[in-house]
């Protein structure tokens, strides 16, 4: 082989090269902005949140007369029921993909929020649902109380 030839091969052979890296690089960086795909639909203590669910912890604590629901709320049971009867229409949800979190779960979620001043985290542990789910849950129950109790609110 001639030199001409043995540098024109030498060249192909290096752009050859150097487009399979910028394809590979191109690859990398599309992987990087690449959403990262979910493991699980929901961690399994939310999963269960049926079987053994702050529903059941909730119906005992009303139940019982020995004051554990007003220390839980920060409010008596009669205050309670008369508060989720006005806000129920505004917060009550329907979720064909899964049973929806109950209103009278989303109003003691936003009461012991608004008692306590718990984090989200901890809440998302007391009542077996996601931190997001509790981040949209307080300040659309918070917005509906505004409106309801709007005109016995003194300012």
């Not at 009669?78 to 979720?95: C, R, V």
């Not at 989303?106 to 981040?135: C, E, Q």
Request: with cysteine; hydrophobic share 40%.
């Amino acid at each position: 082989m001639e030199d001409a030839e043995i540098i024109t091969a030498s060249a192909l052979c290096l752009l050859s090269l150097n487009n399979y890296v910028n394809i590979l690089k191109r690859k990398n960086i599309e992987n990087r902005r690449r959403r990262r795909q979910r493991r699980w639909w929901m961690i399994s203590i939310h999963r269960n949140r049926t079987l053994n669910s702050m529903d059941s912890f909730f119906n005992e604590m009303t139940s019982e007369e020995s004051g554990e629901f007003t220390n839980f709320c920060r409010m008596s049971l009669a205050d309670f029921k008369f508060l989720l009867a006005k806000i129920e229409p505004m917060i009550k949800k329907q979720t064909r993909l899964r049973i929806p979190i109950p209103p009278k779960i989303r109003l003691a979620i936003t009461l012991r929020y608004l008692a306590t001043g718990d984090s989200y985290r901890s809440l998302n542990y007391l009542f077996k649902i996601s931190t997001p789910a509790i981040s949209l849950i307080v300040p659309e129950v918070c917005k509906a109380i505004n409106v309801v109790l709007n005109d016995q609110i003194k300012v």
